[in-house]
Structures are given as structure tokens and as C-alpha cells.
């Protein structure tokens, strides 16, 4: 039944992800906001609603270690296997604002993440205040210097706004699934968790994050497999961005959040921190800002190390 409730949970939560992405896009343009407004605000907003609502709800739930867990473990799989799996099927070329704001962001809000959570296990409010201010800083550095938009696939071949009932009824669909769609997925990781003897903490670095990567890791191989342009490095290190500074930075803000398993912050932390940080030399070497698969074979052995590390 908890693998019912989560393989269920999981299904809502892509369904309702996509439904809120497309009508998201389609009022932006009705009301003709700047595509790039649209791409670094409602398309990332969208694209890590699942997260946002798993995390809260866990939260609000009292299983905090679901809400960070969630997050850690689905910046680690962003990297690790989804981008991976997308540069082993095919060569991804990467653009200069990797090195000049993407990673270097990334790299910033993780180290933040840490530094906050590593003296006294808890993320409080405040500090949650400083994340999604800091994300706030940097969309209007970027709004200023223009820096061109990262829509996703759904959103660039959307270019015309879909009528006003059918952009309603995807908007009330896409937020009646996730709702429902996390609280299976809540239900299925708590009972899947206490029926195995593992804490909530691993169930929420393996399954439930995978799961809320499910939806980029789909586009990624859809895009390769209709030889269209591949998910770029910067649309996954976009996300580990927000997925901090917006997904945990707002749940922290609604209800602080206390790390109790300390595997936490003594083993995926770490694995987040040095999986992001390895990106950097793998993007100059062995040919400059390209990834292929060679470079993914030593992301995908890196996931599974940490796959395995957590499981022991």
C-alpha cells in the first residue's frame, strides 16, 4: 500500500507540475510579460512546485527531515543522475554563464545551506528570510543585465496563450494534484520508512527526491530522443539554486525546520557540496564547455555513491 501511495503520489505530482507549468506560461503571456520575467520566474516557479509542496507539507507535518532531505537529495539527483543520463545520451554544450553567475550561485547557496543549518541543526525563520532575499537580489541582477531567459521546451514551443477556460481548468487540475499528489507521497514515505526500519531521512534522499527530478529527468531524455536541444547544465544548476533559496528558504519562512537525522550533515550535505563543486573542472576538462559521456559516467558512479552511502 506505501508503494501504492507513493508510485501514486509521484504520478499527481509530474501530472500536476506540467498542468501548473503550461498554464503558468499561458497566463504570462496573455498578460504579455517579457519571456524573460516568464523563464526565471513563473517556469522555475512551476518546475519546482513538487518540491515546494512536498517540503512544506512535511513540515507542516512534523517530518522535517523529509523537507530537507527532499531538497538535498534532488539537487544531488539533478546533477548526478539527470544530467548524467542527459550527457551520456548526448553532448551538451555549455554556455559562459556557467563560470560568470550560474555556478557560482549555486556554489554560494549551497555553502549558505550549510552554514545555517551545520551549529545548531535548524533552519529558522530568519534565516529562511536571508535565502529567498538573496534570490530576489540576484533575479533583479539578472533582469538587469538581461541575461537571456532559460525556458524549457514546453514553454519555448508554447508561444501562443491558451484560451481563458482551459488556462483556468489546467491551473485548479495543476493545484488540486500536487496537493493531493504530495500528501500520498508524504503518507507512502512516513509508512514505507516505519514498515522497513529506515529513518524518513533516507526514504527522502532516494525516492521521494528522485521522484520530484522524475519531471526534468523525462524532458532530458524526450529531448534526445526527438533530437532536439537537450536540457542545458544551467536549467539543472537553475533549479538546485531555487530549490534552495526558494523551495527550503519559504518552508523555513512557514515553519523552521530541524535537521534530527544528523546523517543529514554528516553525509548528504557533503555529497551535495562536492557534486556541485566537481561540475566546474568536468565543464573545462577534457574538452572545454562541453559534457559528454564520459563526463557522465563519472556523475552517474558519484550518484551512486551516494545512493550507497546513505543506504548503509
Given at each position: 500500500?506505501?508503494?501504492?501511495?507513493?508510485?501514486?503520489?509521484?504520478?499527481?505530482?509530474?501530472?500536476?507540475?506540467?498542468?501548473?507549468?503550461?498554464?503558468?506560461?499561458?497566463?504570462s503571456l496573455r498578460m504579455h510579460i517579457p519571456k524573460i520575467v516568464i523563464g526565471m520566474?513563473?517556469?522555475?516557479?512551476?518546475?519546482?512546485?513538487?518540491?515546494?509542496?512536498?517540503?512544506v507539507k512535511s513540515a507542516l507535518n512534523g517530518f522535517p527531515d523529509l523537507?530537507?532531505?527532499?531538497?538535498?537529495?534532488?539537487?544531488?539527483?539533478?546533477?548526478?543522475?539527470?544530467?548524467?543520463?542527459?550527457?551520456?545520451?548526448?553532448?551538451?554544450?555549455?554556455?559562459?554563464?556557467?563560470?560568470?553567475?550560474?555556478?557560482?550561485?549555486?556554489?554560494?547557496?549551497?555553502?549558505?545551506?550549510?552554514?545555517?543549518?551545520?551549529?545548531?541543526h535548524v533552519l529558522q525563520?530568519?534565516?529562511?528570510?536571508?535565502?529567498?532575499?538573496?534570490?530576489?537580489?540576484?533575479?533583479?541582477y539578472l533582469l538587469r543585465v538581461q541575461k537571456p531567459a532559460v525556458v524549457s521546451d514546453e514553454a519555448?514551443?508554447?508561444?501562443?496563450?491558451?484560451?481563458?477556460?482551459?488556462?483556468?481548468?489546467?491551473l485548479l487540475l495543476g493545484g488540486l494534484a500536487l496537493w493531493g499528489g504530495s500528501e500520498l507521497l508524504i503518507s507512502g514515505?512516513?509508512?514505507?520508512?516505519?514498515?522497513?526500519?529506515?529513518?524518513r531521512r533516507v526514504i527522502a534522499v532516494t525516492v521521494v527526491s528522485i521522484g520530484t527530478s522524475v519531471p526534468e529527468l523525462a524532458a532530458s531524455i524526450i529531448a534526445v530522443v526527438k533530437k532536439e536541444k537537450a536540457i542545458s547544465l544551467g536549467n539543472l544548476i537553475g533549479s538546485n539554486m531555487f530549490n534552495i533559496l526558494a523551495v527550503l528558504g519559504i518552508t523555513s519562512i512557514i515553519q523552521p525546520i530541524a535537521v534530527n537525522d544528523k546523517g543529514l550533515l554528516t553525509n548528504d550535505m557533503y555529497?551535495?557540496?562536492?557534486?556541485?563543486?566537481?561540475?566546474?573542472?568536468?565543464?573545462?576538462?577534457?574538452?572545454?564547455?562541453?559534457?559528454?559521456?564520459?563526463?557522465?559516467?563519472?556523475?552517474?558512479?558519484?550518484?551512486?555513491?551516494?545512493?550507497?552511502?546513505t543506504l548503509l
Open positions: 500500500m506505501n508503494t501504492l501511495f507513493i508510485v501514486s503520489g509521484l504520478i499527481l505530482l509530474i501530472l500536476g507540475g506540467n498542468w501548473l507549468l503550461k498554464s503558468a506560461v499561458s497566463i520566474t513563473v517556469v522555475s516557479f512551476a518546475t519546482s512546485a513538487p518540491e515546494l509542496i512536498v517540503s523537507a530537507m532531505g527532499n531538497v538535498v537529495g534532488s539537487n544531488v539527483a539533478n546533477l548526478g543522475l539527470v544530467l548524467a543520463v542527459t550527457i551520456m545520451l548526448s553532448r551538451i554544450e555549455v554556455e559562459k554563464s556557467f563560470y560568470k553567475t550560474d555556478w557560482p550561485i549555486m556554489m554560494i547557496s549551497s555553502c549558505m545551506l550549510y552554514g545555517f543549518v551545520v551549529t545548531d525563520r530568519y534565516e529562511g528570510i536571508v535565502l529567498v532575499v538573496f534570490l530576489v537580489v540576484f533575479l533583479v519555448s514551443n508554447n508561444e501562443e496563450a491558451m484560451s481563458a477556460l482551459k488556462t483556468s481548468s489546467l514515505a512516513v509508512g514505507m520508512a516505519e514498515f522497513y526500519g529506515v529513518s555529497w551535495m557540496l562536492g557534486i556541485s563543486f566537481v561540475i566546474f573542472p568536468l565543464v573545462f576538462m577534457p574538452k572545454k564547455m562541453q559534457l559528454g559521456w564520459r563526463e557522465g559516467i563519472v556523475l552517474l558512479l558519484l550518484y551512486l555513491g551516494f545512493v550507497a552511502t
